[in-house]
């Protein structure tokens, strides 16, 4: 705790019914208080107590609320919410090579990409989704959109080997996307990840490059991985091994791995993951609504290995929605371990925030609440008739809100919404470019 003199000038104090930090693990906090200055969390201390030390240019009091850290959505494709319910109820390989692939390569394009990411930063940022971790053609429009709403984004640096209209092979995708990363790499919002989209797509001479590219820049390796059983079964088809051992043996299973999926893992991969380090980003809604399976997350972490929280695309979801995936990830563990104290909730928002910030490498900044990190924070509003009475408010957060509770988020310290509201100034916009893409698509 800080121990400067009394009335010290911050520009924020934020004072909540409860604080959840989530750094200590499983504290809440009654009555207590944030003070933010140039966006960063200067102290966390009693609201009593804040008062008497601080001179806040603004103060915030939300006597029913909850405050927590800003979620971190570990995987998404955001701008596939122009995709949005376009072909549902198939399973993986028909949902991609019947529908969104030939859909994608007649629309996307720079404008696409940077409407849909506009579209998805607005709903995420509804839903207190204050960093998201994205994996698309086009990133220079995705940062385009980020920096418009305020948003932390998290950009992969795509590489597939066939051709699309942001780049022709997987030399263009490398060089196209290591060009905006260094357009965009001091802007304090903007991360970047090296993304191959799969093993099933992606070869081993371009996987080798990554390594490479990964070790040379410092950046996390953010890929599909053992997403379906017949996916590995390809792998073994044309490689003789599964595709995580095969990305094991290039070198890229280690603690810059972001393994998406990984839902089909035996006891050995588990072992490896978590003995090298690697992070994993779960999806629990887009897994089951494309009946791709339940990934072993409580075998993943009994063997140490760090679990974020991720919604996927729209497309194959279809909500940005991490309440949704912290309550579907619990009763989900819970189901296929039989034991009903699997992932308990103060597990659940851990992953939503703190799991997804380590994933991505951002835990020094984001993902809790401690002096010195980011002000990225959501607070939650447990005012309403359907949130009361509230007995023990982190299970609250997991098991009776929704993002539909969402009052106040800010990153970096900045408002984006306040009491509800969206206050990003185009939203009418947003929704006409939503159906003007809805009417070229459907043509």
């Known amino acids: 705790m800080q121990t400067a003199q009394a009335h010290v000038a911050i520009d924020l104090l934020i004072e909540a019914r409860w604080i959840i930090p989530v750094e200590p693990a499983g504290v809440v906090l009654e009555h207590h208080a944030v003070a933010v200055s140039n966006g960063r969390i200067v102290d966390i201390l009693p609201a009593e107590e804040a008062r008497q030390r601080y001179a806040p240019g603004e103060i915030r009091t939300l006597d029913d609320h909850v405050l927590i850290p800003g979620l971190v959505n570990a995987h998404s494709h955001a701008a596939m919410s122009l995709l949005r319910g376009y072909a549902d109820d198939l399973p993986l390989m028909r949902w991609l090579s019947e529908h969104i692939w030939p859909a994608e390569q007649e629309h996307v394009s720079h404008d696409f990409v940077r409407d849909g990411t506009a579209l998805a930063c607005a709903e995420m940022l509804r839903g207190g989704i204050t960093c998201f971790n994205d994996m698309y053609f086009f990133p220079d429009a995705a940062a385009e959109a980020a920096i418009n709403l305020g948003m932390r984004a998290v950009l992969g640096i795509v590489v597939i080997e066939f051709p699309s209209a942001w780049a022709s092979d997987a030399d263009q995708y490398i060089s196209r996307g290591l060009a905006v990363r260094d357009r965009h790499k ?118 140490g290995v760090n679990v974020g929280l991720g919604s996927d695309g729209a497309a194959s979801n279809n909500r940005l929605d991490l309440f949704q995936e912290m309550r579907q990830a619990g009763l989900l563990a819970k189901l296929t371990t039989g034991d009903a104290a699997a992932l308990p909730a103060a597990q659940l ?82 929704k006409a470019r939503g159906r003007l893409w809805q009417n070229k698509v459907i043509k």
């Open 186 to 303: 001091s802007h304090p919002l903007l991360h970047f990840t090296l993304s191959p989209h799969a093993p099933y797509t992606v070869s081993d001479a371009t996987f080798e490059r990554i390594r490479t590219l990964a070790e040379q820049l410092d950046l996390p390796v953010h890929t599909h991985v053992h997403e379906t059983q017949s996916e590995i079964e390809q792998s073994i088809a044309q490689y003789g091994v599964r595709p995580l051992e095969r990305l094991h043996r290039i070198g890229l299973v280690g603690p810059g791995l972001i393994a998406v999926h990984a839902v089909h893992l035996d006891a050995d991969e588990i072992a490896l993951l978590g003995r090298e380090g690697a992070s994993v980003a779960h999806c629990p809604t887009s897994n089951m609504k494309l009946a791709s399976g339940a990934a072993p997350v409580m075998a993943l972490m009994a063997a």
């Open 349 to 430: 928002l851990h992953m939503a925030t703190l799991g997804g910030a380590r994933a991505l490498g951002l835990d020094h900044l984001i993902g809790s609440i401690r002096p010195g990190k980011s002000a990225d924070l959501c607070a939650v509003a447990f005012d309403a008739l359907e949130t009361r009475p509230c007995y023990a408010p982190m299970s609250h957060i997991v098991y009776a809100a929704g993002r539909e509770h969402v009052s106040e988020v800010w990153v970096a310290g900045q408002a984006l919404v306040s009491r509800g509201i969206m206050l990003h100034p185009h939203n009418n916009e947003l």
